[in-house]
């Protein structure tokens, strides 16, 4: 007997192309992406290439069959097979058919390291971009992903053999699951293994040895590994960056899981995470017991060496949470412009109305401080936009990664009881966003590497206020708001240690809302400029989302979202 008809319910938001409707996205590739750098160079290639990509992949990730395959990898979740059936030890991860999909379209489409394949002014944007548009719909894949792209510059500092024989696979655009090496497969996936028991973010403290075994060829010097790591990202990647102590001190090691001889070095994968949310990417416990490796970069230098690595990490971490902001921001606007109650829209209700046009000035500022700052690791960046992505990475890192975890709330309370089922994607996006926070650096570990670049180099603040400077004089406000973050500045480069340290998380916080409000001020629409300057510079909004001052321009604001 059927009782009631399904009415008043917003359809499923499929079919949609999902670049076309990020309005900031759209705009920030335009103004700053390859397309923009062709076409200042008047060479007629114009924005047509990078955009047509980009529109092929937002359609594609907001079809159906991607959004169920998003799905399936994280109810279908990765399963750790130590011995295969005669009882040899094996060491892999079986993913479901749906996660392999995901992660052949991302890498397929040059979202690990299409901007090392193709550099150029604004590549970094078009790939950040892409990153962007599958991290939307799918985060897990996202690490193996941005591990890839971020082993690149390290990479580059191994043995020429070994650059030769891994940079061009690395570079691929061929995604194979196989555990296997040589010619039979020509495309890899880098993961990495820093951190252990004891240490933590303290990698200084590690304990993990590494001898070396005079046995030296193409790939340079060849050591033996014994020890452990706690979490070990993505393992069933084709190689790793290793932190271990060599007979110099923390030194950086190329560990692949097949040998030249074709046989597999010993990486005993102890147990995959049970982890709170990132459900499709596998995190695991391994032990290294005379595991081959290959030293990268100086002995003693291993920090140095794999910063590189963890910096580019890091942007991506700030590029994941902001496409989790903008896919909290389309799910909760797509149901209250289809949804009714008390006799109106829910986006007519003045309330909501406020709330979800708060979520998308948020998602907006952490939309365009991340592009911004992808252009700034572009092969044209100058000595001065160096400088700025040193210190604006760690800012912005702290910062949008931060709000990424209260934005996916109120997001989701935006769709009632429906948004915290694990039948929409809201629910499984709350427990994602915590870990883009905690990955490559929780909030101290980012504050006081702010408080090391204000010690060790004065120049990328410098460059930071230059490129904040230039929105001076268009909002009274911003203004008064960039001379008290000058003084802050001032007072705690003054002070003793222990104070700074105190004062580190103030520091992070001031320094990126003057940047996320200067390129508002200077690149957004005046609505959302003075929406954002008035709530989160002069601070006449309440603590919640949805408590904007009176005589913003919600409309308009969510006009764009």
């Known amino acids: 007997m059927i009782t009631h008809e399904v009415e008043n319910q917003a359809p499923p938001r499929v079919g949609v192309d999902e670049f076309a409707a990020n309005v900031p996205l759209v705009e920030a590739v335009a103004r700053w992406g390859s397309g923009a750098a062709a ?3 008047g060479d007629g290639n114009g924005p047509d290439d990078a955009a047509r990509v980009l529109h092929e992949i937002g359609e594609l990730v907001g079809s159906a069959a991607f959004q169920r395959d998003a799905e399936l990898a994280n109810t279908r979740t990765p399963e750790l097979r130590t011995h295969d059936r005669w009882g040899h030890r094996v060491d892999e991860v079986d993913y479901d058919d749906a996660y392999h999909r995901v992660i052949r379209s991302a890498v397929g489409r040059g979202a690990h390291t299409g901007a090392w394949a193709e550099p150029g002014p604004g590549a970094n944007v078009d790939r950040a971009a892409a990153f962007l548009l599958f991290a939307q719909v799918e985060p897990g894949h996202a690490c193996p992903v941005s ?5 690149v510059p390290v990479l580059q500092q191994a043995a020429p053999g070994l650059i030769d024989d891994w940079m061009p696979r690395l570079l691929s655009r061929e995604y194979d699951p196989r555990l296997v090496g040589g010619p039979a497969k020509p495309s890899a996936l880098v993961g990495m293994a820093m951190t252990e028991k004891q240490g933590g973010s303290d990698v200084r403290a590690n304990t993990t040895r590494a001898e070396p075994t005079g046995d030296d060829g193409s790939w340079g010097a060849r050591y033996r590994l014994t020890g452990h790591k706690w979490f070990c990202s993505a393992p069933m990647s084709d190689a790793f960056l290793v932190l271990a102590q060599a007979p110099g001190g923390l030194s950086c090691f190329f560990v692949p899981r097949v040998l030249p001889d074709g046989s597999r070095t010993v990486f005993r ?11 499709s990417n596998a995190s695991s416990e391994v032990e290294f017991d005379g595991t081959d490796g290959w030293l990268v970069g100086e002995e003693g ?7 590189q690595m963890v910096t580019r990490t890091r942007l991506d971490c700030v590029l994941g949470t902001a496409a989790g902001m903008r896919q909290a921001v389309a799910e909760a606007a797509w149901h209250v412009r289809n949804r009714r109650a008390f006799g109106a829209l829910l986006v007519d209700q003045p309330a909501m109305t406020a709330v979800v046009a708060d979520l998308a000035l948020e998602s907006e500022a952490a939309t365009i401080t991340a592009m911004r700052l992808a252009r700034a690791y572009d092969d044209d960046a100058s000595d001065a936009d160096r400088a700025f992505r040193r210190l604006a990475t760690a800012v912005a890192k702290y910062w ?9 709330y109120e997001a989701l309370e935006c769709l009632g009881g429906n948004g915290y089922t694990e039948g929409f994607p809201l629910a499984r996006r709350y427990r994602e966003q915590p870990l883009l926070a905690i990955w490559e650096g929780s909030g101290n570990v980012i504050a006081l590497d702010v408080l090391r670049v204000l010690a060790r180099e004065p120049d990328a603040f410098e460059a930071f206020f230059a490129v904040v400077g230039d929105a001076e004089g268009e909002h009274p406000a911003l203004d008064l708001e960039l001379a008290e973050a000058r003084s802050v500045v001032a007072e705690i480069g003054r002070a003793d ?4 340290a105190l004062r580190a998380r103030e520091l992070a916080e001031r320094l990126a809302l003057v940047l996320q409000a200067s390129l508002l001020v200077q690149h957004a629409p005046s609505a959302v400029a003075d929406a954002f300057v008035r ?3 002069e601070g006449r909004a ?10 913003v321009d919600l409309a308009a604001i969510l006009a764009r979202a």
């Not at 230098?301 to 794999?306: F, L, N, P, Y």
């Not at 949008?400 to 996916?408: I, L, M, Q, S, W």
């Not at 309440?542 to 005589?551: A, E, F, K, N, T």
Request: hydrophobic residues 35%.
């Open 39 to 41: 076409g200042s160079r």
């Open 147 to 151: 591990m890839t792209h971020a082993a």
């Open 269 to 279: 994968i102890q147990r995959l995470k049970d982890k709170l949310g990132n459900r």
């Open 301 to 307: 230098r291993g920090v140095a060496t794999i910063v």
């Open 400 to 408: 949008v990664c931060k709000r990424g975890p209260e934005h996916a």
């Open 497 to 500: 240690a222990a104070t700074a």
């Open 535 to 537: 709530s989160r510079i």
């Open 542 to 551: 309440g603590s919640l989302y949805g408590s904007l001052p009176s005589g």
